[in-house]
Structures are given as structure tokens and as C-alpha cells.
């Protein structure tokens, strides 16, 4: 079993910034894939993905409409991931779920993501 807790979303002005911070525990963090999805307001069937991350770091993953503006990383010696937020806009407001892949390589498939955490919300105001 592994336990996902977000943290770190909040109101923010166009062209702000956050830090979402995720903590794991259960199973050995360092052992398995992370990623990071958000779901829009009205957009509840759809949980699109953000960013991932192999279990090293080494490999990452951006969805087109936040390269160059959000930042995937992780300590595995503290059991977290985080995303660094910049160049908030409008439409990057969503709740923001982690997930954990602990049975295969890094994905860009929320599908493939066994264990999500309760999510946060991130609100952009223009």
C-alpha cells in the first residue's frame, strides 16, 4: 500500500507561482514512477496529465501546455514530489492529484498510475 498526500494549492494571481509538495508513504518511494494530473472545473471525467518522473529523476515528462512553465522533482530521501509552479495562467486551474506507478516505468497514462492521492486545488484568478 502506498499513502499519497498533496499539499501546497491555494489562490494565486495570473502569473504567480506554487509548489505543490506530495508525501508518500507505505511502500519504498524510491522504487517506482511518479506523476502529476489535474482535473478542470467541469472537466470531471477527464483527469489530464501534467508531468511524471522515473524513479531516479533521470527521465522526465511535460504535457505540452506547461513545458517551459511547471517543474517535476523528487527527494527520495524525504519521500516527496513536488511540482514548482510558474507562469500561472487562468486556465491552469484544476485540482492536482499525484499518482504513484509501483508496478512499471515512468507514463504520461493516468491509467497505468495504481495509487492517487486526495488531490489539492489550484486557482488562478486573471
Known amino acids: 500500500q502506498v499513502q499519497l498526500v498533496e499539499s501546497g494549492g491555494g489562490l494565486v494571481q495570473a502569473g504567480g507561482s506554487l509548489r505543490l509538495s506530495c508525501a508518500a508513504s507505505g511502500r519504498t518511494f524510491s522504487n517506482y514512477a511518479m506523476g502529476w494530473f489535474r482535473q478542470a472545473p467541469g472537466k470531471e471525467r477527464e483527469r489530464e496529465f501534467v508531468?511524471?518522473?522515473?524513479?531516479?529523476?533521470?527521465?522526465?515528462y511535460y504535457a505540452d501546455s506547461v513545458k517551459g512553465r511547471f517543474t517535476i522533482s523528487r527527494d527520495n530521501f524525504k519521500n516527496t514530489l513536488y511540482l514548482q509552479m510558474d507562469s500561472l495562467k487562468p486556465e491552469d486551474t484544476a485540482v492536482y492529484y499525484c499518482?504513484?506507478?509501483?508496478?512499471?516505468?515512468?507514463?504520461?497514462?493516468?491509467?497505468?498510475?495504481?495509487?492517487w492521492g486526495q488531490g489539492t486545488q489550484v486557482t488562478v484568478s486573471s
Open positions: 508531468a511524471a518522473i522515473n524513479w531516479s529523476g533521470g527521465r522526465l
Open positions: 499518482a504513484a506507478n509501483t508496478l512499471g516505468a515512468v507514463s504520461t497514462l493516468g491509467n497505468v498510475y495504481d495509487y
